[in-house]
């Protein structure tokens, strides 16, 4: 005869049941249900089932998150309610200043500090545990660094990029003179050769994709176009890939269905519009572009990111008032407003919250139950 109910008086389920039950729960509920029983803790618990519960919610609804002012901010993001702003605690001294790295698998990487001298700490949000990384001895204080982090599913290790700048005198010059690279395997930093970034200047945050860290750059020089600066997280590699545009346009380097992609925005043959193109890289390819995307939303407005279908923009909603003869203009009463474009339908909603404003370098998160502490990397 079958158990009717458990030991602790929970009525019985399989345990494949439980688990699916499980897999559609907020993190902050499963913490909570990890005290109802063993089984239910050890399922909880189980990296596999850690590995399952992200990849269900990766496919839901993703948030934002962001700094400002000190606080961290997270943003849940809907056509109809708008932008939903959350503050999250911050894990660190919150008397220095902070900045986001990069966000992967749910835990988000922080640069606490100046530039110069950071520390570096993974972070899970939603569990709420933070682990130190340990500081590189070879780094050089007196640098200027570029940082980057992401995860490998090929050699399953979480990885930290430090790209140092050249410095003369009191500038900074656009040249990397260092780089390297903290793995959460060994728990140690190596140096890394590269040939390939003469005349380069990184201008974006970077982003993590399929195991590539991708940043946005410029060439010095006249025309000052762009490229962009991949970074193999598994061979540890550097390419640069060259961009579909001259780099005359404003351009924003966001992931879009899993691939490095660029969020172009540029003056129409109106010159009061905005024209705003979604490029996107073909997988495999490597340095082929395919445009996805257009949109005229009749305003000055600029792109900040994109996520779950949903283009985020800030900028000036009515163009009318520019339109007035140059003596008749009055700038005292424009507002910048954000808007959410649906990349599905192109509907296009100017959102109550203003907010949004300060966090173009925002980026997109997933809660998840994987502790930095207590990560099952490389070969475990």
Not at 117 to 133: C, D, F, G, Y
Not at 236 to 260: C, M, Q
Request: with cysteine; glycine share 6%; aromatic share 10%.
């Amino acid at each position: 005869m079958k158990r009717e109910k458990l030991d602790s008086g929970i009525p019985y389920l399989p345990e494949e049941i439980i688990k699916s039950i499980l897999k559609g729960l907020p993190v902050k509920s499963l913490i909570r249900f990890r005290s109802v029983c063993d089984l239910w803790k050890n399922i909880i618990n189980a990296p596999s089932f850690i590995t399952d519960h992200f990849n269900y919610s990766s496919h839901q609804s993703s948030s934002l998150i962001a700094t400002h002012d000190g606080a961290f901010i997270k943003f849940s993001l809907d056509l109809d309610k708008g932008l939903r702003e959350v503050q999250v605690g911050p894990p660190i001294d919150s008397d220095r200043p902070h900045r986001i790295v990069g966000s992967c698998n749910g835990l988000v990487c922080l640069q606490t500090g100046r530039p110069d001298t950071p520390t570096l700490s993974i972070w899970n949000p939603a569990i709420r545990e933070v682990m130190q990384v340990p500081r590189s001895r070879t780094l050089d204080a007196t640098k200027v660094h570029y940082l980057g982090f992401g995860f490998s599913p090929l050699v399953n290790d979480y990885k930290i990029i430090v790209m140092t700048f050249a410095t003369w005198g009191d500038m900074v010059k656009n040249v990397v003179s260092r780089i390297k690279v903290y793995s959460l395997a060994t728990n140690s930093w190596k140096d890394i050769e590269f040939s390939c970034l003469d005349g380069i200047r990184l201008s974006s945050p970077s982003l993590n994709v399929n195991g590539l860290i991708f940043c946005l750059a410029s060439k010095t020089g006249l025309d000052g176009s762009h490229v962009i600066v991949s970074f193999d997280l598994a061979s540890e590699e550097i390419k640069l890939i060259p961009t579909p545009l001259s780099g005359k346009e404003e351009a924003k380097l966001i992931v879009y269905e899993n691939r490095a992609a660029l969020l172009y925005s540029s003056y129409g043959p109106n010159s009061s519009n905005i024209d705003v193109d979604l490029w996107v890289i073909e997988e495999g390819i490597g340095s082929v572009w395919s445009k996805k995307w257009t949109f005229c939303p009749y305003s000055f407005i600029r792109p900040c990111t994109i996520c779950t279908n949903l283009i985020v923009c800030t900028g000036v909603f009515c163009f009318k008032k520019f339109q007035l003869e140059e003596e008749e203009k009055d700038y005292s009463d424009i507002e910048v407003d954000t808007f959410l474009i649906n990349l599905a339908s192109n509907e296009f909603k100017v959102v109550d919250e203003s907010t949004y404003g300060y966090s173009g370098n925002s980026f997109e998160y997933v809660e998840s139950l994987v502790s930095p502490s207590n990560i099952q990397v490389g070969n475990s």
